[in-house]
């Protein structure tokens, strides 16, 4: 790290946990009594709370979306490309608030805290979780900060599906909703890929059926391999074969099985040090939030009818390259938005990185973005 920070940064920051002592009931059936929220704040809110930006992670974020936690750190947030003065979502007009969702492994109440009723971690006893009960308890945050309305709520992902259900349950609580890489539901295809990540680390003999905290272990070669699968449908063929091609580790083969391509060992040395990192329990609890995710379903699968209530405008961006939720999906999204009469603007942006173009910030990526927002801060006076 440099002596001093960049300019667009949002700077140093620190996490708040804040508590919420009142029973939450989960769609499952199951209600917590109480839980805790991990949340990142940026930038200043008005007067009258009209300026807050909610942003919603995808399935291995955190609250730690922008700026630095000490000076020695040398990569910032996850989302800091696009979050900071000047930027896309620019904190010297929007009051930023980033969160570790409920079951998640960085703070917020999830697997790996206490049980108050048994005093031992939850682990497989924690309620599984559904992008619904994420919103609901984002909707406790927003009334315990003071904020009676988003002027956006943001996410990429998986993110991009709270967003959508924001506009579902709450949709006078919200302006605008930006969708990124995002889809109204998996197909069979992502649900398959999810259930080989499930079963990498079910079948880790250190699992222990989700009590591994139990046996002072992980079941670190189950999540890497978890890792590796899902680090693949991120990318596409292109940005991996530009990146790796077929280089070899070293001038020739040597007829093993050990990483003898430059992409087999990034791939191990990704799920390596997310194994380290990570929680298994929320890992499977957060695939599971996605497989569950379709609005459409209580609505006897008609999208454009699940929308109805939506009052917000909308936002939808799709990555030409991305083929774990592809344009088409967001195209589908986007008719049933103006069958269901909403407002709605799209770009399919051209990027070469997959499903991770959405965390790059590519120029017309961020001319698009920077507009919207433009006139969003516009309309709320910030």
Known sequence: MPDSLPSDSVGLVSPQTIPFDEPIALA?????ERFDLVVETYGTLNPDASNAILICHALSGHHHAAGYRTMEER?????????????PIDTSRFFVVSLNNLGGCHGSTGPSSINPATGKPYGPEFPVITVADWVKSQARLADH????????????SLGG????????????RLRHALIIASTPR???????????????????????DGRYQDFETLPRRGLMLARMVGHITYLSDASMGEKFGRELREEAYKFGFDAEF????YLRYQGERFSESFDANTYLLMTRALDYFDPAYAAGGD????????????LVLSFSTDWRFTPARSEEMVNAMIQARKKVSYAEIDAPWGHDAF???????????TAYLDRVAREVGA
């Open 28 to 32: 499952c059936g199951q209600t917590l």
């Open 161 to 172: 599906m709270q967003a959508l259900q924001w506009s579902l349950d709450y949709p006078e």
């Open 145 to 156: 900060l003071g904020i009676e309305q988003w002027a956006a709520v943001v996410g990429g």
């Open 186 to 208: 998996l197909s069979a295809q992502n649900i398959a890929f999810n259930e080989v990540a499930r079963q990498a680390i079910t079948s880790d003999r250190e699992f222990h």
């Open 75 to 87: 990569k910032p947030g996850w989302w800091d490309s696009c979050i900071g003065p000047g930027k």
């Open 303 to 314: 999208l454009a009818k699940a929308l109805a209530p939506a009052q917000c405008e909308f």
């Open 359 to 369: 965390l790059i910030p590519t120029p017309r990526y961020t001319d698009i973005f």
């Open 262 to 265: 430059q992409v087999e060992s």
